[in-house]
Protein backbone atom coordinates (compact mmCIF):
# COMPACT_ATOMS: atom_id res chain seq x y z
CA UNK A 1 0.00 0.00 0.00
CA UNK A 2 1.70 3.28 -0.97
CA UNK A 3 2.07 5.55 1.62
CA UNK A 4 -0.19 8.35 0.69
CA UNK A 5 -2.72 5.72 1.10
CA UNK A 6 -1.93 4.72 4.73
CA UNK A 7 -1.53 8.06 6.16
CA UNK A 8 -5.13 9.19 4.10
CA UNK A 9 -6.61 5.82 5.37
CA UNK A 10 -5.16 6.22 9.03
CA UNK A 11 -6.49 9.69 9.36
CA UNK A 12 -10.07 8.41 8.42
CA UNK A 13 -10.20 5.20 10.71
CA UNK A 14 -7.79 6.27 13.70
CA UNK A 15 -9.67 3.44 15.66
CA UNK A 16 -10.00 1.11 13.27
CA UNK A 17 -6.80 1.10 11.58
CA UNK A 18 -3.99 -1.75 12.12
CA UNK A 19 -0.38 -1.92 10.93
CA UNK A 20 -1.17 -4.94 8.90
CA UNK A 21 -3.53 -3.14 6.42
CA UNK A 22 0.05 -1.60 5.36
CA UNK A 23 1.02 -4.82 4.45
CA UNK A 24 -1.54 -5.07 1.91
CA UNK A 25 -0.46 -4.60 -2.29
CA UNK A 26 -1.44 -1.49 -3.46
CA UNK A 27 -4.02 -3.25 -5.81
CA UNK A 28 -5.93 -3.90 -2.53
CA UNK A 29 -6.43 -0.41 -1.54
CA UNK A 30 -9.82 -0.39 -2.47
CA UNK A 31 -11.00 -3.32 -1.16
CA UNK A 32 -9.58 -2.66 2.66
CA UNK A 33 -11.27 1.25 2.53
CA UNK A 34 -14.41 -0.63 1.53
CA UNK A 35 -13.62 -2.63 4.54
CA UNK A 36 -12.86 0.03 7.05
CA UNK A 37 -15.79 1.58 6.05
CA UNK A 38 -18.19 -0.94 6.48
CA UNK A 39 -16.58 -1.79 9.93
CA UNK A 40 -16.90 1.96 10.78
CA UNK A 41 -20.80 2.83 9.50
CA UNK A 42 -21.62 -0.96 11.51
CA UNK A 43 -20.26 0.27 14.72
CA UNK A 44 -18.96 3.87 15.05
CA UNK A 45 -15.97 4.68 17.50
CA UNK A 46 -17.15 6.22 20.87
CA UNK A 47 -17.15 9.72 21.38
CA UNK A 48 -15.07 10.52 24.34
CA UNK A 49 -13.94 6.59 24.42
CA UNK A 50 -10.28 5.39 24.17
CA UNK A 51 -10.36 1.97 22.25
CA UNK A 52 -12.08 0.48 18.87
CA UNK A 53 -15.82 -0.75 19.33
CA UNK A 54 -14.08 -4.00 17.59
CA UNK A 55 -10.96 -5.13 16.63
CA UNK A 56 -9.61 -6.41 13.38
CA UNK A 57 -6.58 -8.42 12.00
CA UNK A 58 -5.73 -9.08 8.75
CA UNK A 59 -3.43 -12.02 7.55
CA UNK A 60 -1.89 -11.49 4.38
CA UNK A 61 0.65 -14.08 2.12
CA UNK A 62 1.44 -15.31 -1.04
CA UNK A 63 -1.87 -13.81 -2.92
CA UNK A 64 -3.95 -14.37 -0.54
CA UNK A 65 -5.43 -11.96 2.45
CA UNK A 66 -7.58 -12.69 5.33
CA UNK A 67 -9.68 -10.45 7.74
CA UNK A 68 -10.56 -11.14 11.12
CA UNK A 69 -12.83 -9.31 13.01
CA UNK A 70 -14.29 -9.51 16.54
CA UNK A 71 -16.56 -7.12 18.25
CA UNK A 72 -15.35 -5.14 21.27
CA UNK A 73 -18.37 -5.70 24.09
CA UNK A 74 -16.82 -2.91 26.36
CA UNK A 75 -17.78 -0.65 23.67
CA UNK A 76 -20.75 0.48 21.44
CA UNK A 77 -24.15 -1.64 21.12
CA UNK A 78 -24.08 -4.68 19.20
CA UNK A 79 -26.67 -6.96 18.92
CA UNK A 80 -27.08 -9.85 16.30
CA UNK A 81 -28.03 -7.95 13.44
CA UNK A 82 -24.54 -5.69 13.43
CA UNK A 83 -22.91 -9.00 14.18
CA UNK A 84 -23.98 -10.90 10.53
CA UNK A 85 -23.19 -7.47 8.83
CA UNK A 86 -19.34 -8.08 10.70
CA UNK A 87 -19.22 -11.92 8.66
CA UNK A 88 -20.84 -10.22 5.68
CA UNK A 89 -17.97 -7.11 5.55
CA UNK A 90 -15.21 -9.92 6.04
CA UNK A 91 -16.59 -12.61 3.42
CA UNK A 92 -16.85 -9.57 1.03
CA UNK A 93 -12.83 -8.72 2.12
CA UNK A 94 -11.75 -12.06 1.86
CA UNK A 95 -13.74 -12.37 -1.65
CA UNK A 96 -12.83 -9.37 -3.31
CA UNK A 97 -8.92 -9.59 -2.02
CA UNK A 98 -8.85 -13.85 -3.99
CA UNK A 99 -10.43 -11.88 -7.15
CA UNK A 100 -8.38 -8.95 -7.25
CA UNK A 101 -4.84 -8.19 -8.92
CA UNK A 102 -2.26 -7.49 -6.54
CA UNK A 103 -0.17 -4.69 -8.51
CA UNK A 104 -3.84 -2.75 -10.75
CA UNK A 105 -7.05 -4.16 -8.91
CA UNK A 106 -8.01 -6.00 -12.69
CA UNK A 107 -9.16 -9.42 -12.31
CA UNK A 108 -6.94 -12.35 -10.85
CA UNK A 109 -5.94 -14.51 -13.46
CA UNK A 110 -3.17 -16.59 -11.69
CA UNK A 111 -0.19 -16.74 -8.69
CA UNK A 112 3.26 -15.70 -9.68
CA UNK A 113 5.62 -17.78 -7.50
CA UNK A 114 9.29 -16.53 -8.31
CA UNK A 115 11.55 -19.49 -9.23
CA UNK A 116 13.01 -19.85 -5.78
CA UNK A 117 9.18 -20.12 -4.07
CA UNK A 118 10.13 -17.36 -1.90
CA UNK A 119 7.86 -14.64 -3.36
CA UNK A 120 4.21 -15.36 -4.57
CA UNK A 121 1.75 -12.97 -6.06
CA UNK A 122 -1.95 -12.75 -7.17
CA UNK A 123 -1.74 -11.04 -10.93
CA UNK A 124 -4.52 -10.08 -13.77
CA UNK A 125 -3.43 -11.74 -17.03
CA UNK A 126 -2.06 -7.95 -18.07
CA UNK A 127 0.34 -7.88 -14.69
CA UNK A 128 1.30 -11.37 -15.32
CA UNK A 129 1.94 -10.93 -18.75
CA UNK A 130 4.45 -7.79 -18.21
CA UNK A 131 5.76 -9.57 -15.27
CA UNK A 132 6.83 -12.53 -17.60
CA UNK A 133 8.46 -10.23 -20.50
CA UNK A 134 10.55 -8.58 -17.70
CA UNK A 135 11.41 -11.78 -16.80
CA UNK A 136 12.57 -12.78 -20.44
CA UNK A 137 14.21 -10.12 -20.86
CA UNK A 138 16.36 -10.13 -17.40
CA UNK A 139 17.02 -14.39 -18.82
CA UNK A 140 17.88 -13.13 -22.60
CA UNK A 141 20.91 -10.72 -21.16
ZN1 LIG B 1 -2.93 -6.43 -12.82
Known amino acids: MKDVDIHRLRDLY ?5 HDLSTLP ?9 LLADLNEIQPSVPGEYGSPLFLLISFHGGFAVAFVSPNPELGTWNAEKSLAL ?3 VRRFNAATSAACEVCSGPSYIIVKETNGSHQQRL ?3 CSDERLEK ?3 RSVQ
Request: proline share 4%.
Open 124 to 126: CQH
Open 14 to 18: PRLWR
Open 26 to 34: GGWTAIAER
Open 135 to 137: FEA
Open 87 to 89: IEA
